[in-house]
C-alpha cells in the first residue's frame, strides 16, 4: 500500500496526524541497522540488529536501480494500528511543472510479530519496495506521476486503457485492486521481486490430505494461489514486453523472456466416493518437455475470483490430474473416513504454471456448473448399480459439463503444506 505526498494537501495532515500517533508513546526502539543512505529502524522485540541485516540482503535480492539511493528508511512496529501490512511513503516534489525526486522515501511494516521472519515479511517488503521502483523510475522517464499516469508507457503496454483503472485515491469509487499503484506494485513483485518474495506452498489434493490426516485449508495465502490481487487483467508474466518495459524505466535491457506453450485443462470427469459425494478429477497436458515446470490448481466461485482454494501443487515430471472434491476410504474396522467438499453452482478452475525463474502464468481458465455436473455422477452411479444386478458392475462414465449462468454460491473453505524439495522455493509451515 501507498500514500503519496504531492498535489494533495489533505494527504499531508494526514501523514503527519498518523506519524504522530505512531511516536505518541515513544515507543522503544529494539534495533537499528544502516548501510549507505538506508537505516532501518525495529521497534518490534522480534526483530533484532542480526535479523534487520538479514532483512536488508533481502531488500537488495529484489531487482533494484538507482532508485534504491532514494529509500531513507525502513520501519518495523509490532502490530498494526492501521490494520495494514505495511505503508509507503514518497518524497517527490513539484517544480515548475516537473516532478523532482527527493531522497527521504521510506516504507512502514506493520505487524512485526507475526510477520518476524524473512519468508514470512518478503512479499510484503517486495510489494512495498514496487512502489518506490516504479514511482522514482516512472517519474525519471517519462515525468509521471500518479494522477498522470494514464499517458504512461505502462499503461499502452500493461493494455489498461479502456478498463476501470484508478488514477486519484480520492476517487468515490475507489476499489484497491483497480488503482495502478497496486497494480504496478504487484507487477513489480510477479517479475522483478526475490525469490523469498515469489515462494510457493506445496499444496495437496484432497486424497493426500485425508491419507495424511490432515484438514482442508483455511485461508491459505501463497504467491502461487494469488499472484496477484486484481484478477481480472492478465499476470504480469503473460503481458508481452511488461518484464522489458519494467528493467527499460531503470535504463536495463536483457533478452527478451519467452512465454511457454500453456497446458490446457481436459474436461472434469466423477465418480462416487465411498459416502455417496461426488469426487471429481481433473488433467492436462504438457506441450513444455524441455523444462521442469511447478504447476498450481486453483478453483473459485465463478462470481467471485478473489477467492482462490488450492487443489493441489505438482512439478511437471508427476502424473498431471488431481483429484478433487469429496474423497472417502474405508478404515480397517470397516468404517468410512471422509473429507466432504461440495460445491454448487459454476467454478473456475485455473493452472499457474511456474517457471524454474520464478516467472507464473495462467492457463486458460475452464468453468463447470458443480450443481448439474454432481447430479449426472450421481445419476450415472445409480444407473450402473441398477444395471449390476443382471451385469458385472461398471465404472461411472466420464461427464463432460458445460459452463451456464453464474447463480450466488459461498466459496469453498481453503492452509498451509509441505515442500517440492529443492527444485522450487517453498515456504515452511510455520
Given at each position: 500500500?501507498?500514500?503519496?505526498?504531492?498535489?494533495?494537501?489533505?494527504?499531508?495532515?494526514?501523514?503527519?496526524?498518523?506519524?504522530?500517533?505512531?511516536?505518541?508513546?515513544?515507543?522503544?526502539?529494539?534495533?537499528?541497522?544502516?548501510?549507505?543512505?538506508?537505516?532501518?529502524?525495529?521497534?518490534?522485540?522480534?526483530?533484532?540488529?542480526?535479523?534487520?541485516?538479514?532483512?536488508?540482503?533481502?531488500?537488495?535480492?529484489?531487482?533494484?536501480?538507482?532508485?534504491?539511493?532514494?529509500?531513507?528508511?525502513?520501519?518495523?512496529?509490532?502490530?498494526?494500528?492501521?490494520?495494514?501490512?505495511?505503508?509507503?511513503?514518497?518524497?517527490?516534489?513539484?517544480?515548475?511543472?516537473?516532478?523532482?525526486?527527493?531522497?527521504?522515501?521510506?516504507?512502514?511494516?506493520?505487524?512485526?510479530?507475526?510477520?518476524?521472519?524473512?519468508?514470512?515479511?518478503?512479499?510484503?517488503?517486495?510489494?512495498e519496495y514496487g512502489h518506490h521502483y516504479m514511482i522514482y523510475n516512472l517519474v525519471q522517464s517519462e515525468n509521471v506521476y500518479?494522477?498522470?499516469?494514464?499517458?504512461?508507457?505502462?499503461v499502452k503496454i500493461r493494455n489498461l486503457d479502456g478498463l476501470p483503472v484508478i488514477y486519484d485515491s480520492n476517487s468515490e469509487?475507489?476499489?484497491?485492486?483497480?488503482?495502478?499503484?497496486?497494480?504496478?506494485?504487484?507487477?513489480?513483485?510477479?517479475?522483478?521481486?526475490?525469490?523469498?518474495?515469489?515462494?510457493?506452498?506445496?499444496?495437496?489434493?484432497?486424497?493426500?490430505?485425508?491419507?495424511?490426516?490432515?484438514?482442508?485449508?483455511?485461508?491459505?495465502?501463497?504467491?502461487?494461489?494469488?499472484?496477484?490481487?486484481?484478477?481480472?487483467?492478465?499476470?504480469?508474466?503473460?503481458?508481452?514486453?511488461?518484464?522489458?518495459?519494467?528493467?527499460?524505466?531503470?535504463?536495463?535491457?536483457?533478452?527478451?523472456?519467452?512465454?511457454?506453450?500453456?497446458?490446457?485443462?481436459?474436461?472434469?470427469?466423477?465418480?462416487?466416493?465411498?459416502?455417496?459425494?461426488?469426487?471429481?478429477?481433473?488433467?492436462?497436458?504438457?506441450?513444455?518437455?524441455?523444462?521442469?515446470?511447478?504447476?498450481?490448481?486453483?478453483?473459485?466461485?465463478?462470481?467471485?475470483?478473489?477467492?482462490?482454494?488450492?487443489?493441489?501443487?505438482?512439478?511437471?515430471?508427476?502424473?498431471?490430474?488431481?483429484?478433487?472434491?469429496?474423497?472417502?476410504?474405508?478404515?480397517?474396522?470397516?468404517?468410512?473416513?471422509?473429507?466432504?467438499?461440495?460445491?454448487?453452482?459454476?467454478?473456475?478452475?485455473?493452472?499457474?504454471?511456474?517457471?524454474?525463474?520464478?516467472?507464473?502464468?495462467?492457463?486458460?481458465?475452464?468453468?463447470?456448473?458443480?450443481?448439474?455436473?454432481?447430479?449426472?455422477?450421481?445419476?450415472?452411479?445409480?444407473?450402473?448399480?441398477?444395471?449390476?444386478?443382471?451385469?458385472?458392475?461398471?465404472?461411472?462414465?466420464?461427464?463432460?459439463?458445460?459452463?451456464?449462468?453464474?447463480?450466488?454460491?459461498?466459496?469453498?473453505?481453503?492452509?498451509?503444506?509441505?515442500?517440492?524439495?529443492?527444485?522450487?522455493?517453498?515456504?515452511?509451515?510455520?
Open positions: 500500500m501507498k500514500i503519496f505526498k504531492i498535489n494533495i494537501l489533505s494527504i499531508f495532515f494526514i501523514i503527519f496526524l498518523f506519524k504522530t500517533n505512531i511516536f505518541a508513546d515513544n515507543p522503544k526502539i529494539y534495533a537499528t541497522y544502516k548501510a549507505n543512505n538506508l537505516t532501518i529502524t525495529s521497534y518490534s522485540k522480534s526483530w533484532t540488529e542480526n535479523m534487520l541485516k538479514d532483512l536488508y540482503t533481502e531488500l537488495l535480492n529484489n531487482f533494484h536501480g538507482d532508485e534504491f539511493n532514494y529509500l531513507s528508511n525502513i520501519y518495523i512496529y509490532p502490530n498494526s494500528p492501521e490494520g495494514v501490512n505495511a505503508l509507503y511513503y514518497d518524497n517527490i516534489y513539484l517544480e515548475d511543472g516537473k516532478y523532482v525526486l527527493g531522497d527521504n522515501a521510506y516504507i512502514n511494516l506493520y505487524n512485526g510479530e507475526r510477520y518476524n521472519t524473512i519468508p514470512k515479511i518478503a512479499y510484503t517488503l517486495s510489494h500518479y494522477h498522470n499516469l494514464k499517458s504512461s508507457n505502462y469509487d475507489y476499489l484497491y485492486h483497480w488503482d495502478i499503484m497496486e497494480i504496478m506494485a504487484d507487477d513489480y513483485v510477479q517479475l522483478l521481486g526475490s525469490s523469498n518474495a515469489r515462494l510457493s506452498y506445496d499444496y495437496k489434493s484432497v486424497d493426500e490430505l485425508l491419507k495424511a490426516n490432515e484438514k482442508p485449508y483455511e485461508n491459505p495465502s501463497s504467491f502461487n494461489l494469488k499472484p496477484q490481487l486484481n484478477p481480472y487483467i492478465p499476470l504480469a508474466a503473460d503481458t508481452e514486453g511488461l518484464y522489458n518495459y519494467l528493467l527499460k524505466i531503470a535504463n536495463f535491457t536483457v533478452a527478451l523472456p519467452k512465454i511457454p506453450d500453456k497446458p490446457k485443462l481436459n474436461n472434469i470427469t466423477g465418480t462416487v466416493a465411498l459416502n455417496q459425494e461426488p469426487t471429481y478429477n481433473i488433467s492436462w497436458n504438457n506441450p513444455n518437455k524441455d523444462e521442469v515446470f511447478e504447476y498450481t490448481l486453483v478453483m473459485y466461485p465463478d462470481n467471485n475470483p478473489f477467492v482462490p482454494y488450492p487443489l493441489k501443487t505438482l512439478t511437471s515430471k508427476e502424473p498431471l490430474n488431481v483429484t478433487f472434491g469429496s474423497y472417502s476410504v474405508k478404515q480397517k474396522d470397516g468404517s468410512i473416513k471422509s473429507i466432504s467438499q461440495k460445491y454448487e453452482g459454476n467454478y473456475t478452475l485455473k493452472l499457474y504454471i511456474k517457471d524454474s525463474s520464478g516467472f507464473i502464468y495462467a492457463s486458460e481458465p475452464l468453468t463447470s456448473n458443480f450443481t448439474q455436473l454432481s447430479k449426472n455422477i450421481l445419476s450415472s452411479n445409480k444407473n450402473n448399480k441398477d444395471v449390476s444386478k443382471d451385469k458385472p458392475k461398471k465404472p461411472s462414465e466420464n461427464i463432460i459439463e458445460k459452463p451456464s449462468a453464474s447463480p450466488d454460491v459461498k466459496p469453498i473453505g481453503p492452509s498451509s503444506s509441505g515442500s517440492l524439495g529443492d527444485l522450487f522455493y517453498l515456504t515452511s509451515k510455520k
